[in-house]
């Protein structure tokens, strides 16, 4: 069980997160979509009432092309190796904002003198909506006169106050990936406001003309002192040059290298072969330490058997010996001919040790000779190496003045370049900005956007309108979501059953068994496999359906899942809403059959009590006669032992009992029972009285298997399976009756 309801959980949770939300906005925006409409057509109105008040507003625009100057006094991405054009015209642009320059349109124009700029002349709507300004009236004003203390004062404050208006109404754009400047003007009269869009462009023509002049005379100036600084420089690195190349006693690069790469590499594989003598020398000798003096060993070495003249001595030896063993045949020891042949072949093994000992200190002198080659080409290998590094040292050294003096050399070029260059040239009272679109008088009026203004007023009642429909439906609490069910009432949720809308003379008994492939009946599989799941290792013998308050759909539920039972094993329903009963009417019985107020009290038989309508396995005990106290029946022993007689028969027992809160016969039932089902109504029961109600159980000792969310709006439905429900707004029933019949 344990594991099902970890699982089911987790199902919860990523449904939750994933696409609850979304419906339930969606639920309480359609729920409120009346009020919603009417707040932001509320807005509307009021916005309208407002811009049509407005004085409108006008802009002109004149395009305006920068160019970069054809004739620069000093080019400092030349010098430094730096371009940037970008900056360029941002800085341009920053220009053409400047205090500086609208003072000068300003003066030109005599803006001062103009109804328009004097803040005595202003009247009606302002065109737009200064923050700072308001800010700071609402800010507190610190002691002291707050006035102008002279009137220079108040003529500068004056003309700071028309400078900002000026520029409050500028707005410069540049176009994208060109270099056009678009400089636009509003005022309330069109023609001011070409006017001024124009004057602002030739101002920035002659103020850039102006500056460019007087930057020209300053380089003129600075290019001079500079010039003389870079030929003293460039003179003493050419001194330095030549001073290191008569020290070193060096002609020019390559006249530097005394040993090339090739010498270097000859020598290193002069090295590997002598090494490889030397090895193959020192194998030799050491194969001759190891026989310690032994002849025989002596005579086995590869080397000294290879030597012809030690084949030679060991064959006569041989053939001494041979003619030593033949005359030992026919001759005594003494004989003249066996002395002589013992002298010969002494003599021919002194022979044969001689030449040994003679290949040997070969062998040996050859190892020293070898060894001293490889000493001396290595030295020599050493030495070239030193050579080598010392001469890569001087030609390092003297490339680097080369390129000082080079660097110099080619830095003071470039400025006498420029000196001559802006001393001799004759274009530098060339533009580099012109006007390609003037600005023509507007027709149509920019502000107040009166559509647009209407449309975010409309748009903000509407946010508003969503808003206020969320917190009211924050405050509702009710239960409507899966994922609220084990949230707030900490039980694992069985299944969800969706609304039905029934057709006349029609139950959810009767529509789940001839729809059979509806959602409704998968629905009530799917409560009972989760019952049988939850129950894998102690199935539930006798299982209580309840409710927190009449009308949650508890008899609805109770009904159809005995019924979805009776397709796997032997079930009996028992009617024990002894205040309400309605299974006997649903099911097609007689409201006066037999029951189980009938069988407890031992008046009738069990097979009068317990009704097979057809052929499956499906049995009912309707609630029979009323008794005046039904919670002294249901609390009775004989109660007990009936369903102890009743269980020996059945699978199953499933029993319909009233409400949790409204009686205690719930409470009492669930003693009795292996486990109790608690159903609560989507978007009817507040989850504080479902707490209420699975609290008193609790406290009781009742086992409660899990929750049933009922009555989901079909509408609300998103699939199958747990979490398929995002939000609910399902209807009431009707309140729930007491009935003695």
């Not at 530097?256 to 193959?280: M, Y």
């Not at 009211?472 to 609304?499: C, S, Y």
């Not at 409710?547 to 009617?575: F, Q, R, Y």
Request: hydrophobic share 40%; glycine share 6%; with cysteine.
């Amino acid at each position: 069980m344990n594991a099902y309801d970890i699982s089911k959980e987790q199902i919860d949770n990523l449904v939750d997160e994933d696409t609850i939300d979304l419906r339930e906005y969606w639920r309480i925006v359609r729920g409120h979509k009346w009020s919603i409409i009417g707040l932001g057509l509320l807005f509307a109105l009021v916005a309208i009432l407002v811009v049509f008040n407005q004085r409108p507003v006008y802009q002109a625009t004149a395009s305006l092309l920068i160019e970069p100057s054809s004739t620069k006094v000093v080019q400092i991405q030349d010098v430094y190796a730096v371009s940037d054009n970008a900056s360029y015209y941002r800085t341009q642009v920053e220009i053409l904002k400047s205090r500086a320059l609208a003072q000068k349109v300003i003066d030109k124009l005599k803006l001062a003198e103009n109804p328009e700029f004097l803040p005595e002349k202003k009247s009606g709507w302002s065109m737009s909506f200064n923050w700072r300004s308001w800010l700071k009236s609402l800010l507190p004003k610190p002691p002291g006169p707050t006035g102008p203390s002279s009137p220079a004062e108040a003529e500068q404050a004056r003309r700071a106050a028309l400078v900002d208006n000026f520029l409050g109404r500028l707005s410069l754009k540049p176009v994208r990936n060109t270099q056009v400047v678009q400089i636009s003007f509003e005022a309330h009269d069109p023609k001011l406001a070409a006017r001024i869009a124009n004057t602002l462009g030739e101002t920035y023509i002659e103020n850039d003309l102006d500056a460019r002049l007087e930057m020209t005379n300053k380089a003129s100036s600075w290019l001079a002192s500079r010039l003389k600084d870079l030929k003293d420089k460039l003179r003493k690195s050419e001194q330095a040059l030549q001073a290191y190349r008569e020290k070193e006693h060096l002609v020019d690069t390559g006249g530097v290298g005394t040993l090339t790469a090739e010498q270097l590499q000859d020598l290193r594989q002069n090295l590997v072969v002598a090494q490889q003598q030397r090895i193959k020398a020192h194998a030799l000798v050491s194969q001759v330490r190891a026989a310690h003096g032994d002849m025989d060993k002596l005579a086995s070495i590869p080397a000294v058997l290879a030597d012809p003249v030690v084949s030679d001595l060991k064959s006569a030896e041989v053939d001494a010996e041979r003619r030593l063993r033949a005359l030992s045949k026919r001759y005594g020891a003494k004989h003249p001919k066996m002395v002589e042949a013992r002298a010969d072949l002494k003599e021919a093994k002194a022979a044969v040790r001689k030449r040994i000992n003679s290949v040997i200190a070969g062998l040996k002198k050859e190892y020293q000779v070898a060894l001293t080659n490889e000493r001396a080409i290595r030295s020599s290998l050493e030495s070239a190496k030193g050579e080598m590094q010392s001469i890569h040292r001087k030609s390092y050294q003297l490339n680097v003045l080369e390129r000082e003096v080079e660097s110099n050399r080619q830095l003071y070029e470039l400025f006498l370049k420029r000196l001559k260059e802006t001393s001799e040239t004759g274009d530098l009272q060339k533009a580099n900005a012109r006007i390609v679109d003037p600005a023509a008088v507007p027709v149509l009026p920019i502000k107040p956007k009166k559509g647009s203004i209407v449309g975010i007023a409309t748009f903000l009642g509407l946010l508003l309108g969503v808003g206020l429909a969320f917190l009211l439906e924050h405050l509702d609490n009710t239960i409507k979501r899966a994922a609220e069910v084990e949230d707030r009432l900490g039980l694992p949720l069985l299944g969800l059953l969706p609304h039905l809308k029934l057709g006349k003379n029609e139950s959810p008994l009767s529509y789940s068994r001839g729809h059979r492939k509806s959602f409704f009946a998968e629905s009530i599989r799917t409560v009972r496999t989760s019952v049988l799941l939850s129950g894998l290792d102690d199935p539930y013998k006798v299982i209580v359906v309840t409710s927190s308050v009449p009308g949650e759909g508890k008899s609805t539920v109770a009904m159809n899942l005995a019924d979805s039972l009776g397709d796997m094993h032997k079930v009996l329903l028992i009617d024990a809403d002894l205040r309400r009963p309605t299974v006997a009417s649903v099911w097609g019985l007689d409201r006066k059959a037999l029951g189980l107020s009938e069988f407890v009290s031992q008046t009738a038989k069990l097979s009068e009590c317990v009704h097979q309508l057809d052929e499956r396995n499906v049995f009912v005990m309707p609630s029979g006669v009323v008794p005046p106290n039904p919670l002294e029946l249901l609390s009775s022993k004989r109660f007990k032992d009936a369903l102890d007689t009743l269980g020996r028969t059945f699978d199953h027992i499933i029993i319909d009992s009233a409400p949790a809160l409204a009686v205690s016969d719930a409470l009492v039932l669930s003693r009795n029972a292996s486990g109790a089902i608690y159903v609560i109504k989507a978007d009817s029961t507040p989850y504080p009285v479902a707490q209420d109600g699975i609290k008193r159980m609790q406290q009781y000792g009742v086992h409660l298997i899990g929750a049933v969310l009922n009555d989901v709006p079909q509408k609300k439905k998103k699939g199958y399976g747990y979490g398929s429900y995002d939000s609910y707004g399902g209807s009431y029933y009707g309140s729930y009756g007491y009935s003695q019949d």
